[in-house]
């Protein structure tokens, strides 16, 4: 009786997981439409012949081009989050390793693929002309931001320094790899994340010179 009494709840169970399925097979062929048309040239018909899906079927879940191409941008920010998050739960409370598991997140092959970085650039060149993007990227590395400043500003008062530089200080950090993310992206032959690596960890080095020696190491290329 009580496994009969349960069953009018599954067909509405059933219902929900379905559409979380068909959501998520509509944003990774969003995702690959992305990477293969650019954003521009991303439209409902590209999405739904990617997905192998009637263009209602987009429509239905997502009701316009925009409304998508958001979602997306969100689903592309929550795998990033998680990467790091992950990383940050493996390792040490200590400041350096924390500031070491941020970097090497940021240049883990699960983010930074030429598939995922031609991602990121093509939302970040929209940026401007679609604010909702830029909102979208505030919103969601916001609190990446805050782990990678809380870092540096205990890292700093540990050293017997001004905490209060610890703005400039993960600001720049964060600014060096987003830049080398755009070199890895546009110039592969020159630039890979285990030179990207080495190069943040030179700066690290700069920066707090009583630790050179742990970043340097922890941070080197690959062999």
């Given at each position: 009786m009580a496994g009969e009494a349960?069953?009018?709840?599954?067909?509405?169970?059933?219902?929900?997981?379905?559409?979380?399925?068909?959501?998520?097979?509509?944003?990774?062929?969003?995702?690959?439409?992305?990477?293969?048309?650019?954003?521009?040239?991303?439209?409902?018909a590209t999405v739904a012949q990617e997905a192998g899906l009637s263009q209602g079927v987009a429509v239905f879940y997502f009701k316009n081009k925009h409304t998508l191409l958001a979602e997306t941008l969100r689903s592309h920010f929550e795998k990033y989050r998680e990467n790091w998050r992950r990383a940050l739960e493996a390792t040490a409370p200590d400041p350096v390793d924390r500031i070491v598991a941020l970097i090497k997140a940021d240049f883990d092959d699960e983010v930074c693929n030429p598939q995922a970085l031609a991602i990121w650039h093509a939302f970040w060149g929209e940026a401007n002309a679609r604010p909702?993007?830029?909102?979208?990227?505030?919103?969601?590395?916001?609190?990446?931001?805050?782990?990678?400043?809380?870092?540096?500003?205990?890292?700093?008062?540990?050293?017997?320094?001004?905490?209060?530089?610890?703005?400039?200080?993960?600001?720049?950090v964060d600014s060096l790899t987003d830049g080398l993310w755009l070199r890895i992206y546009l110039t592969p032959e020159n630039m890979s994340p285990g030179l990207a690596l080495e190069i943040t960890a030179r700066h690290l080095a700069a920066d707090f010179p009583e630790h050179a020696e742990a970043f340097l190491s922890r941070l080197k290329q690959p062999e």
């Open positions: 349960a069953n009018p709840l599954r067909p509405r169970k059933e219902r929900v997981e379905n559409a979380s399925r068909r959501r998520r097979q509509i944003i990774e062929a969003t995702l690959r439409s992305v990477v293969k048309n650019g954003l521009a040239a991303t439209t409902l909702l993007y830029a909102e979208i990227a505030k919103e969601l590395d916001a609190d990446r931001a805050a782990e990678m400043h809380k870092a540096c500003a205990e890292l700093i008062e540990r050293d017997g320094k001004d905490p209060g530089h610890a703005d400039l200080v993960a600001a720049g």
